[in-house]
């Protein structure tokens, strides 16, 4: 009954380096997503994923990538990271045909210095 | 595109006054709406949901009605308490995928 896992919850990163922030949902959802929480700007999707295999672009796409490893998994990385890019993440599921909406995670905590 | 606007908080309560944080979208179609509420340090949470016009959302003594003449979502509380200090989003979707978030309104409730 874990929902949907983010690890890790805190990272603090170097500018320029790279790392993975993992997702992972037990809900058999077709659709994911990341998010970034910024002061004063809400939520703000990164890519998203309808369904296993796809992945498309959101509002803000610049310096992340994302990978769509299976129906439970999805991964975000960033290659270099940029103090701009310091945030709180949030990886969410859902099931289109429930009506049900997101299953959010508990969020990554990242500050790139 | 779609939008939803929130309006600004903070929002400072006693404990047992009454709560209301309004929301306005703007859509084509009818959209499906939602509330979700944040508490310090964790993720978004389901608070309640409308799927049509004219439908009561519900859940843990909070409410919003889909009025579809007026493009409202507005939350409402009759009787807050310190444990709903938070931060509520209002959100919308068609088709149950890409969700429209708003700012987020920030509510303090003071014993």
């Known amino acids: 009954n874990a929902g949907v896992t983010q690890t890790p919850k805190f990272q603090v990163l170097k500018t320029g380096q790279s790392m993975t922030l993992q997702c992972a949902q037990d809900m058999n959802h077709n659709s994911m997503y990341w998010y970034r929480q910024d002061p004063g700007m809400g939520l703000r999707l990164i890519y998203y994923?309808?369904?296993?295999?796809?992945?498309d672009k959101g509002e803000v796409p610049n310096g992340y990538n994302v990978s769509r490893l299976n129906k439970r998994e999805f991964s975000l990385r960033l290659e270099s990271a940029a103090p701009s890019q310091t945030s709180v993440y949030f990886c969410?599921?859902?099931?289109?045909?429930?009506?049900?909406?997101?299953?959010f995670g508990s969020g990554t905590r990242l500050t790139v210095v | 595109g779609n939008s939803v606007t929130q309006m600004e908080g903070p929002v400072t309560l006693s404990e047992e006054a009454f709560l209301t944080i309004n929301c306005t979208y703007t859509?084509?179609?009818?959209?499906?709406l939602f509330w979700y509420v944040q508490y310090p340090g964790e993720g978004l949470q389901l608070l309640l949901k409308?799927?049509?016009?004219?439908d009561k959302g519900s859940n843990k003594g909070f409410e919003a009605t889909y009025r579809k003449e007026t493009t409202s979502f507005h939350l409402e509380k009759g009787s807050v308490q310190v444990s709903d200090s938070a931060v509520y989003f209002c959100?919308?979707?068609?088709?149950?995928?890409?969700?429209?978030f708003g700012p987020g309104t920030r509510l303090s409730v003071l014993p």
């Open positions: 859509a084509t179609g009818y959209p499906s």
């Open positions: 994923s309808a369904s296993e295999g796809t992945t």
């Open positions: 969410a599921s859902s099931e289109p045909r429930d009506g049900h909406g997101y299953t």
């Open positions: 409308a799927t049509k016009a004219d």
């Open positions: 959100a919308l979707t068609q088709g149950g995928q890409n969700f429209v």
